[in-house]
């Protein structure tokens, strides 16, 4: 009994650990996007990606040459086009992600994009082979309907400036589904080094044909964008190691109040109530599948 409940209580400051890097995490992505979205208000959005991949690749890098066997561990892949095409897609997702920033501001862009975990639940029935119930079906079209209060059709004309934040969480919810994927054949670490690495090549690519030099002032934001992002993925890596991505995944929604505040204290920007509304429906909604897919997690391995 002793053994079992120094466990217990083992497990639960593991959890507070996880819990506590997440939000850290979280916040650190929020300051990060609006670092994005005021760099790129004033340069291309394509250097600015390109750069940060820069530094993102050299993080990852430098992570996997710690882990044992070192880069060429990390390198090995059994299924490369996959591993290429994730890493291709998210670089693809965060230039459409701070687009979005741009038009729609950090409010409006993040509630909308709340939707990519739904986005994952629906996708990985016929996709992924998972059984998707009735229950996470439901909360789906609840997700559904909070990004049409958001978006509030046939009350004010629709701008095709909301359809940029959806697209980045379908393609966000297709790089995550690839993930699971790769999951099967190559470990983390490999998917974090192709990642990091494919991103740089190809935003590289296209960002070097649209560079241009910085204010003293704006590439001293653009340093900062480049260390929040190492400091976030650093975060994210001590909360997976401490605690289950069951466990802590629910926290990650934080992201979306920091931005929304970020977003009315740094830009001006206004919560409007449909907005509020919306985003707390599309979050509810992905906090109860989250929920049950854990659920059904426990009664397969039970």
Known sequence: MDRASAQARDQARANRTGIGFMVAASLVFALQDGLSRHL???????????IRYWFFAAFVIAVAARRPGGLRAAAATRQPVVQVLRGLLLAAEICVMVAGFVLLGLVETHAIFAVYPLLIAALSGPLLGERVGWRRWAAILAGFAGILVILQPGVAVFTPAAAVPLLAAAMFALYGLLTRYAARR???????????TVGAVAMTA??????????RADAAMMAALCVSGALGHWCLIRCYDAAEAGTVQPFAYLQLVFATGVGMLAFGEALRPNVAAGGAIVVAAGLFALWRARQADRAASG
């Not at 296209?206 to 204010?215: N, Q």
């Open 40 to 50: 790129a208000d004033s340069y291309s959005l394509l250097m600015i990606v390109m």
């Open 186 to 196: 190559d470990s983390a670490t490999t998917s974090f080094f192709w990642t990091g």
């Open 206 to 215: 296209v960002g070097l044909w649209h560079w241009e030099p910085m204010a």
